[in-house]
C-alpha cells in the first residue's frame, strides 16, 4: 500500500503560520484526492481541507480564508498552508490519500498555537 507521512508541526504563537506536509511514498500525488484533517485534543477527527484530481479544493469553514490547500506532484507532496493561526486550531493534523479501494493516513503532526 502507498504510505503517506505528514511534517512541519510545531509551536506557534497565535496569528503565525506554518505549512504542513505530506509526503506520499509513490508518484501518484497528482492523481488521487488528498486531504487534511485534524484532531483536536478530545475531539473527533475533523476534515479542514480536500485537493481532488484537476486542482479542484475545498475547505472547511474553520478552514476558509486562512488555510491554503496545495500539491507539487513533482515532489509527490502535498501542503497546507496555515496563517492566522488561532488557539482552537490547536491539533494533530492527520493527511489522507484516497485510493480506489483503501485510504492510506499518516501518522499526524502537532501543532499547537499557544502565546
Known amino acids: 500500500q502507498v504510505q503517506v507521512a505528514e511534517s512541519g508541526g510545531g509551536l506557534v504563537q497565535p496569528g503565525g503560520s506554518l505549512r504542513l506536509s505530506c509526503v506520499a511514498s509513490?508518484?501518484?500525488?497528482?492523481?488521487?484526492?488528498m486531504s487534511w484533517y485534524r484532531q483536536p485534543p478530545g475531539k473527533q477527527r475533523e476534515l479542514v481541507a480536500v485537493?481532488?484530481?484537476?486542482?479542484?479544493?475545498r475547505y472547511e469553514d474553520t478552514a476558509k480564508g486562512r488555510f491554503i490547500i496545495s500539491r507539487d506532484n513533482a515532489k509527490n507532496t502535498v501542503y497546507l498552508q496555515m496563517n492566522s493561526l488561532k488557539p482552537e486550531d490547536t491539533a494533530v493534523y492527520f493527511c489522507?490519500?484516497?485510493?480506489?479501494?483503501?485510504?492510506?493516513w499518516g501518522q499526524g503532526t502537532q501543532v499547537t498555537v499557544s502565546s
Open positions: 489522507k490519500l484516497t485510493m480506489s479501494q483503501y485510504d492510506s
Open positions: 509513490e508518484r501518484i500525488v497528482g492523481f488521487h484526492t
Open positions: 485537493i481532488g484530481t484537476g486542482d479542484v479544493t
